[in-house]
C-alpha cells in the first residue's frame, strides 16, 4: 500500500485503561504493525534487574545508561498470536517483562533521558514508512507530535487495577487487588510527573474514558475515527 494512504495512530494513557488491546485490534482491522512501546521500556527493566542494576535500594543509572549500546530490543512477529512479540537480545521476553517485578521498577526507568532517546529514535525508525498503530505515554506527545490520529485513553484507577488484577491471577501470578491498585495509582503519579516527556493528553488527542465502554463499542468508536482520516488524506 502507497504510505501516503497510510496514517500513525499514537494511543498514549495511563496504565492499564486497554491501550494495548485496542491497539491490537485497530492494527489488525487495517493491517498495520502494531508497537508496544511500554513493551521496550519493560525490555530494559528486564535487562537492569537481570544485571542488577536495579532494586528496592539501589539504581545504578550510569552504568545502565553505559550499556545501553548491549540492549537489542526487537519485535518479531508471531502469527499464532496475531501480534508481534518482545525481544531483549534474541531472547524472547514478553512474559518475563508483564510479571510485577517488572512492573514495580519500570516507571523509573522511563525516566531517564538517555533511555528514552533511544527507544523514541527507534520508535520514529519503525514508524517512518506509517501504517502502525503505536502505544504508550509519549507517542503523541514527543514521539510523532504529527500523527493523523491521537487517542487518549483513560479510565477510574479502581476499575483499571480491577482488570490489571484479574489478569495478573489468570496468569497464576499471586498478587492481591490492593498491590495492584497501589502501582496503578504510583505509576500514574510517576508517569505524570517526571520531568522528561511526561504523560500529557496533547490539544489534539481525542480523550476516551472507558469506564463504562465494552471492548467493541470502543473500538468500533475509533476504528471509525481513523477510516475517516484515511479518506481525507
Ligand atoms: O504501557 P505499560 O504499562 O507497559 O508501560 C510500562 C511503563 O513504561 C509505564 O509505567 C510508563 C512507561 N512508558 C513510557 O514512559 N513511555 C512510553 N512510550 C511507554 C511506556
Known sequence: MNSKKKIIIAIDGHSSTGKSTLAKQLAKALDYVYIDTGAMYRAVTYYALLHNLISNDHFDKKRLIKELDNIQINFKYNPDLGYAEVFLNDQNIEKEIRQM??????????????????????????????????????????????????????????????????????KGEKVSYDEVLQNVVQRDQTDSTRATSPLIKTKDAIELDNSNLTLNEQFDKVLKLAKQKIADL
Open 101 to 170: 517485578r517488572v512492573s514495580n521498577f519500570v516507571s523509573q526507568i522511563a525516566t531517564v533521558p538517555e533511555i528514552r532517546k533511544k527507544l523514541v529514535l527507534q520508535q520514529r525508525q519503525i514508524g517512518k514508512n506509517k501504517g502502525v498503530v503505536m502505544d504508550g505515554r509519549d507517542i503523541g506527545s514527543v514521539v510523532f507530535p504529527d500523527a493523523e490520529l491521537k487517542i487518549f485513553m483513560t479510565a477510574a484507577p479502581e476499575v483499571r487495577a480491577r482488570r490489571r488484577y484479574e489478569e495478573l491471577i489468570n
